[in-house]
T-cell receptor, first 111, second 113 residues
Framework: QKEVEQNSGPLSVPEGAIASLNCTYSDRVSQSFFWYRQYSGKSPELIMSIYSNGDKEDGRFTAQLNKASQYVSLLIRDSQPSDSATYLC???????????FGPGTRLSVLP | DGGITQSPKYLFRKEGQNVTLSCEQNLNHDAMYWYRQDPGQGLRLIYYSQIVNDFQKGDIAEGYSVSREKKESFPLTVTSAQKNPTAFYLC????????????FGDGTRLSIL
């Protein structure tokens, strides 16, 4: 099992819909979880972090964490074409400094 | 404006040649990182440095070398020992040493001639 897994996509949603991006991780004791957005040919940009079970909201973005299921997700409400990008999940695995990126999910928001 | 500058944007390597990718930051960050990104894959850590004159191997350090003589600079050399160097290389930095990259440069795309 890979340490951090994501569906590669592409995930296509119509403009205005909710986009749901999912990520699973292998190490049960992981404590810190992050979402980065990467536009094509550009560098990643940190958009959300979450450390506790439950939901964390920031504007149109909501990160959801379920440590029991080893699952973290990112919801994008009122999706816009400008949200079209690859979304990378990253996890600080275990108690140490092993910071691992998932392969990313490509999101396409259709006008 | 503070940020990370990577150069060149595109680089071509000939067989048996070493090439060096530049990374400069003016964010006054202690930690700097080099990642490699291949199509359809996440970022993989090559080397990182948490303080000047010290650096550590990441997950895929073979065929690469780095130096950290100044806080602002963390150049990456892709040696001839790296047999599959074609990739997108990203430099990053953070103001803590927790191995979590906060800011990225615009990347260097390296190809083999």
């Amino acid at each position: 099992q890979k340490e951090v897994e994501q569906n590669s996509g592409p995930l296509s949603v119509p403009e205005g819909a909710i986009a749901s991006l999912n990520c699973t991780y292998s190490d049960r004791v992981s404590q810190s979880f992050f979402w980065y957005r990467q536009y094509s040919g550009k560098s990643p940009e940190l958009i959300m972090s979450i450390y506790s079970n439950g939901d964390k909201e920031d504007g149109r973005f909501t990160a959801q964490l379920n440590k029991a299921s080893q699952y973290v997700s990112l919801l994008i409400r009122d999706s816009q074409p400008s949200d079209s990008a690859t979304y990378l999940c990253a996890v600080r695995l275990g108690y140490g400094q092993n910071f691992v990126f998932g392969p990313g999910t490509r999101l396409s928001v259709l006008p | 404006d503070g940020g990370i500058t990577q150069s060149p944007k595109y680089l071509f390597r000939k067989e048996g040649q070493n090439v060096t990718l530049s990374c400069e930051q003016n964010l006054n960050h202690d930690a700097m990182y080099w990642y490699r990104q291949d199509p359809g894959q996440g970022l993989r850590l090559i080397y990182y440095s948490q303080i000047v004159n010290d650096f550590q191997k990441g997950d895929i350090a073979e065929g690469y070398s780095v130096s950290r003589e100044k806080k602002e600079s963390f150049p990456l050399t892709v040696t001839s020992a790296q047999k599959n160097p074609t990739a997108f290389y990203l430099c990053a930095s953070s103001n803590d040493r927790a191995l979590q990259p906060q800011h990225f440069g615009d990347g260097t795309r390296l190809s083999i001639l």
